[in-house]
Protein backbone atom coordinates (compact mmCIF):
# COMPACT_ATOMS: atom_id res chain seq x y z
CA UNK A 1 0.00 0.00 0.00
CA UNK A 2 0.88 3.33 -1.01
CA UNK A 3 0.20 6.64 1.51
CA UNK A 4 0.73 10.28 -0.46
CA UNK A 5 0.52 13.11 0.37
CA UNK A 6 0.77 16.67 -2.14
CA UNK A 7 1.78 19.34 0.56
CA UNK A 8 2.67 22.01 -2.65
CA UNK A 9 0.53 24.28 -1.72
CA UNK A 10 1.45 24.64 1.81
CA UNK A 11 5.16 24.02 2.06
CA UNK A 12 7.67 25.87 0.76
CA UNK A 13 11.29 24.74 0.93
CA UNK A 14 14.88 25.79 -0.93
CA UNK A 15 17.34 23.30 -1.69
CA UNK A 16 21.40 24.80 -1.57
CA UNK A 17 22.67 23.21 -4.73
CA UNK A 18 26.22 24.56 -4.18
CA UNK A 19 26.35 22.72 -0.20
CA UNK A 20 24.95 19.65 -1.76
CA UNK A 21 27.64 19.64 -4.47
CA UNK A 22 30.34 20.57 -1.79
CA UNK A 23 29.19 18.37 1.24
CA UNK A 24 28.07 15.39 -0.20
CA UNK A 25 29.94 12.33 -1.89
CA UNK A 26 28.03 10.86 -4.99
CA UNK A 27 27.54 7.75 -6.41
CA UNK A 28 27.05 8.62 -9.78
CA UNK A 29 25.29 5.03 -11.67
CA UNK A 30 25.89 6.21 -15.25
CA UNK A 31 22.39 6.13 -16.24
CA UNK A 32 21.41 10.03 -15.34
CA UNK A 33 20.94 8.84 -11.63
CA UNK A 34 23.24 9.99 -8.85
CA UNK A 35 23.10 9.03 -5.15
CA UNK A 36 24.33 10.68 -2.00
CA UNK A 37 24.59 9.53 1.45
CA UNK A 38 23.33 11.49 4.11
CA UNK A 39 23.11 9.81 7.00
CA UNK A 40 23.02 6.06 7.61
CA UNK A 41 22.67 3.93 11.18
CA UNK A 42 22.81 0.01 11.12
CA UNK A 43 20.48 -0.92 8.25
CA UNK A 44 18.33 2.61 7.89
CA UNK A 45 19.74 4.96 5.31
CA UNK A 46 19.15 8.58 4.52
CA UNK A 47 19.89 9.57 0.85
CA UNK A 48 19.38 11.79 -2.21
CA UNK A 49 18.55 10.55 -5.62
CA UNK A 50 19.31 13.22 -8.24
CA UNK A 51 17.66 12.63 -11.59
CA UNK A 52 19.00 14.38 -15.05
CA UNK A 53 16.16 15.92 -16.68
CA UNK A 54 17.39 13.84 -19.59
CA UNK A 55 17.65 10.49 -17.75
CA UNK A 56 16.61 7.04 -19.32
CA UNK A 57 13.34 5.87 -18.17
CA UNK A 58 14.89 2.50 -17.20
CA UNK A 59 17.32 4.36 -15.02
CA UNK A 60 15.71 2.71 -11.66
CA UNK A 61 15.62 -0.94 -11.42
CA UNK A 62 12.72 -2.57 -9.78
CA UNK A 63 13.51 -2.75 -6.00
CA UNK A 64 11.47 -3.54 -2.73
CA UNK A 65 11.94 -2.04 0.89
CA UNK A 66 12.12 -4.60 3.65
CA UNK A 67 11.09 -1.81 6.25
CA UNK A 68 9.16 0.58 3.84
CA UNK A 69 10.32 3.50 2.26
CA UNK A 70 9.55 7.06 2.92
CA UNK A 71 10.34 9.60 0.56
CA UNK A 72 10.03 14.03 -0.14
CA UNK A 73 10.04 15.07 -3.81
CA UNK A 74 12.10 18.05 -3.51
CA UNK A 75 12.42 19.43 -7.47
CA UNK A 76 10.57 17.42 -10.19
CA UNK A 77 7.91 14.42 -10.42
CA UNK A 78 8.57 11.15 -9.18
CA UNK A 79 6.21 8.33 -10.65
CA UNK A 80 5.53 4.67 -10.41
CA UNK A 81 2.82 1.86 -10.79
CA UNK A 82 0.49 3.51 -7.80
CA UNK A 83 0.78 6.81 -9.17
CA UNK A 84 2.61 10.18 -9.96
CA UNK A 85 4.09 12.07 -7.40
CA UNK A 86 4.83 16.03 -7.68
CA UNK A 87 7.77 18.28 -6.06
CA UNK A 88 6.13 18.66 -2.99
CA UNK A 89 4.94 14.89 -2.40
CA UNK A 90 5.56 12.68 0.45
CA UNK A 91 5.52 9.00 -0.35
CA UNK A 92 5.02 5.90 2.10
CA UNK A 93 5.19 2.23 1.10
CA UNK A 94 4.59 -0.30 3.34
CA UNK A 95 7.08 -3.27 4.08
CA UNK A 96 8.10 -5.10 1.05
CA UNK A 97 6.52 -3.11 -1.81
CA UNK A 98 7.92 -3.45 -4.66
CA UNK A 99 7.95 -0.51 -7.42
CA UNK A 100 9.97 0.95 -10.02
CA UNK A 101 10.11 4.70 -9.67
CA UNK A 102 10.92 6.81 -13.08
CA UNK A 103 11.53 10.71 -13.43
CA UNK A 104 10.13 13.56 -15.14
CA UNK A 105 12.61 16.34 -15.57
CA UNK A 106 15.32 17.17 -13.43
CA UNK A 107 14.13 15.64 -10.16
CA UNK A 108 15.44 15.39 -6.35
CA UNK A 109 14.40 13.65 -3.74
CA UNK A 110 14.69 12.86 -0.14
CA UNK A 111 14.52 9.31 0.84
CA UNK A 112 14.42 7.38 3.90
CA UNK A 113 15.65 3.64 3.89
CA UNK A 114 14.23 2.19 7.54
CA UNK A 115 15.54 -1.31 6.24
CA UNK A 116 17.81 -0.88 3.24
CA UNK A 117 16.86 -1.66 -0.28
CA UNK A 118 17.17 -4.69 -2.29
CA UNK A 119 16.68 -5.77 -5.99
CA UNK A 120 14.15 -7.85 -7.25
Given at each position: ???????????????????????????????????G??L???????????????????????????????????????????????T?????????????????????????????????
Amino acid sequence: MVFTHNMADWLGFSVDKEWLEENIRWKDFKTGVRLGRLLREDKTSLVLYEADSEVTVDAFMPHSHPGGECYLVLEGEVWDEDGTYPTGSIVWMNRETTHTPKTRGKTLILVLWPEGVKSV
